[in-house]
Each structure stands twice: as structure tokens, then as C-alpha cells.
């Protein structure tokens, strides 16, 4: 139950853990449906690793949902061909690696 006696929507149809993907929280949790990487991938070092740690925390037929910046926006566009990337140390652009990728859609199993 949240603040006030009012229940929070998500309580009451998912389990959610939030916090850092690890052996030891796997271990604790055990395997999970759902890894969600909402605007995370872009400010860890080695997002590799992450997705790797994110697999083994599945369970079968289990989805790793992946969202990221989309530094193709014509916004950005405009400015590269003005010569300017303007890199900020704060808000969406406190980014630890710039990413770019094409959607690709996989029915692999885990």
C-alpha cells in the first residue's frame, strides 16, 4: 500500500524490482518474464554486459524490452551538419556511450 492508504496500480498486477542487475539479485529474485531497460543501455559502461546479464536473468520465453535515445532525431541531425554536437554532462545527454542501431526484431529463444 503507497502513501495515504492508496494502492500503487503496478503493486497490484506486477512484482516489480528496480535497481541493479547482479548475480546476487537474480539469486534473490530468481528468474523473471520481463528485463526493461528503459533509458538505461546509454549510461552504463559496458552496455554488452548488460544485456548478457539481462538474458541470464530470464526466464524461458522470456522478453528483454530495450529502449534508448534516439540520437538519429533530426534535431541532432540539424546541428551535425552545422558542425555542432553539443555533448552536455547533465539531463538526457549525460550519456557514458552514444548508441546507434537499426530495429531488428528476434523470436530467439533463451
Keep these: ?27 534473490e529474485v530468481g528468474r523473471v518474464d520481463v ?9 552504463v559502461a559496458a ?3 548488460l544485456l548478457v546479464k539481462s538474458r541470464e ?10 529502449s534508448v535515445p534516439n540520437i538519429a532525431h533530426w534535431s541532432i541531425r540539424a546541428n551535425l551538419l552545422r558542425g555542432h554536437f553539443d ?5 538526457c545527454d549525460a550519456h557514458a556511450v552514444v548508441l546507434t ?3 531488428k526484431f528476434s523470436s530467439a529463444k533463451t
Excluded at 87 to 91: A, E, L
Design 1 to 27: 500500500m503507497g502513501q495515504a492508504g492508496a494502492y500503487n496500480p503496478v503493486d497490484l498486477l506486477f512484482k516489480v524490482h528496480v535497481g541493479f542487475l547482479t548475480s546476487e539479485l537474480i539469486a
Design 35 to 43: 528485463v526493461l531497460l528503459a533509458e538505461v543501455l546509454e549510461h
Design 47 to 49: 552496455p554488452h554486459g
Design 57 to 66: 536473468a530470464l526466464r524461458p520465453g522470456g522478453s528483454v524490452i530495450v
Design 87 to 91: 555533448y552536455q554532462d547533465h539531463g
Design 101 to 103: 542501431c537499426s530495429p
